[in-house]
């Protein structure tokens, strides 16, 4: 369960550190709380409606959608200055898509119930949500040619690198090898060699990694990157 990270002056403070407040032209302090969601903990569920926005400061997170037959597909990784909600906010989609902390993480949480209004007409909010989204755009097409224009042990090597937890890689190979945009025995092979090299060892069902000094090394003088900028931050700091 998320839970609020303390009283008015916790919220404050952290306000201080992020003056989120400067992003509107309206007086939208007495609507934000910082809340902290644990690991594994949703901020999103797809079955739910959308009645808020979370602006996220610390930790990261994982965005997916439930296919019919079960299976998970992977959208993106949300990182501190990511926005969400702002696509059901402005209407673009009617249902939410599974957003899961992969660690614990920390949020302003806006609540839409009490301001909805106010921010839908708040043209300098607007102007600067419009910019997210374009990068959002941008960076989504950064990911794609980099599934096609890098090979599987650089793109694999980030991405662990970007979901693992306390040293530990436990994404399910099947919607890895889906958003990294190969077949799940390609990933395997690579995997195993991974092992091999003395980079990972697999436990059970899952990855312990050993060097991870190693797996940044396949990111030296490639500037690869799966997408990531700093998002609202930017604009505030």
């Not at 009645?51 to 299976?71: D, I, M, S």
């Not at 992969?102 to 909805?116: H, P, T, Y």
């Not at 090299?197 to 003088?221: C, E, H, P, T, Y």
Request: include cysteine.
């Amino acid at each position: 369960m998320n839970k609020n990270t303390g009283n008015r002056k916790t919220t404050e403070q952290y306000l201080t550190r992020y003056p989120l407040d400067n992003m509107f032209s309206f007086p939208v302090r007495r609507f934000l709380n910082v809340r902290t969601i644990p690991k594994q903990g949703y901020l999103f569920r797809s079955d739910e409606s959308v009645n808020r926005l979370y602006f996220l400061v610390e930790g990261r997170a994982k965005t997916y959608v439930l296919h019919p037959n079960g299976n998970e597909a992977i959208l993106a990784f949300p990182g501190p200055g990511t926005i969400m909600g702002d696509m059901e906010l402005v209407g673009s989609i009617t249902e939410s898509y599974m957003v899961q902390a992969i660690e614990q993480c920390v949020a302003f949480e806006l609540d839409l119930l009490a301001c909805r209004e106010q921010v839908l007409q708040d043209s300098k909010f607007l102007l600067l949500l419009c910019r997210l989204m374009g990068n959002k755009l941008y960076y989504k097409d950064v990911h794609l040619s980099a599934v096609k224009s890098f090979d599987l042990k650089t793109k694999l090597a980030e991405f662990i690198l970007l979901t693992q937890t306390d040293g530990v890689f436990k994404e399910p190979l099947e919607q890895t090898a889906q958003y990294l945009g190969v077949s799940t025995r390609h990933l395997q092979r690579v995997l195993a060699s991974f092992c091999t090299m003395g980079i990972l060892k697999r436990v059970r069902n899952w990855f312990s990694i050993l060097d991870q000094k190693a797996l940044a090394g396949f990111m030296d003088n490639t500037h690869f990157s799966l997408g990531k900028d700093q998002g609202f931050l930017s604009f505030i700091l």
